[in-house]
C-alpha cells in the first residue's frame, strides 16, 4: 500500500499530543467548565447580591481565557497538522464560535475588571449566558468531528 492510500484510510491525526494522547481534547474541559460555573456564580450573585460571586465569577473568567488560549493553541496546531481537518466544516464552525466565546468572554472578563460588582447585571449575566449556549453549540460541532469524522481517534487496533 502506497503512502498516499494509507493517508486517506487512517484518521485524522492530532499533530499536539503527548504520548500519543491529542492535548486538545484534554484542555477544552477546563474553560468550558470555567465558563460554566462563571454563570452559575452570576445567577447566584444576581440572587443573593453577596459581592463574593462576583469576584469569583471575574477570577473564573480569567481563568477561562487562559485556559482557553492553551486549548486554541493545540487546537490550531491540529489544524494545522492535518489538511483533512480543515477541510471540515464542523472544524470551522467549531473554531469561529469559540473565538466568538473568547472574544464575549475577554470583554465580560475586562468590564467586570474596570466596574467591578456594577458589570454583572444584566449585561454580565447575559453575556455568560450567552457564552455558554455558544458552548453547547461549538462543544456539539467539536464532538461531531471526533465521533462521525473520527478526527484524533486512534488506528491502533483497528
Known amino acids: 500500500m502506497d503512502t498516499e492510500s494509507t493517508l486517506r484510510t487512517r484518521n485524522p491525526r492530532s499533530t499536539a499530543q503527548i504520548a500519543g494522547h ?10 468550558v ?3 460554566v460555573a462563571a454563570l452559575v456564580c452570576d445567577l447566584i450573585f444576581w440572587r443573593t447580591g453577596n459581592t463574593a460571586w462576583s469576584t469569583v ?3 473564573l473568567l480569567g481563568a477561562a481565557l487562559v485556559m482557553a488560549a492553551l486549548a486554541a493553541v493545540a487546537g490550531v496546531t491540529d489544524s494545522i497538522g492535518d489538511e483533512r481537518i480543515r477541510d471540515l466544516s464542523a472544524a470551522w464552525h467549531h473554531m469561529l464560535g469559540n473565538v466568538t466565546v ?10 467586570r475588571y474596570e466596574a467591578g460588582d456594577a458589570a454583572v447585571l444584566p449585561t454580565g449575566l447575559l453575556i455568560s ?17 471526533v465521533y462521525c469524522h473520527r478526527v484524533a481517534v486512534s488506528d491502533q487496533g483497528a
Open 22 to 31: 491529542p492535548l486538545h481534547p484534554m484542555l477544552i474541559p477546563f474553560p
Open 33 to 35: 467548565a470555567f465558563l
Open 57 to 59: 465569577s471575574l477570577y
Open 102 to 111: 473568547v472574544l464575549l468572554s475577554l470583554w465580560n472578563w475586562y468590564r
Open 129 to 145: 449566558l450567552v457564552v455558554v449556549l455558544l458552548l453547547l453549540y461549538t462543544g456539539w460541532r467539536g464532538s461531531g468531528m
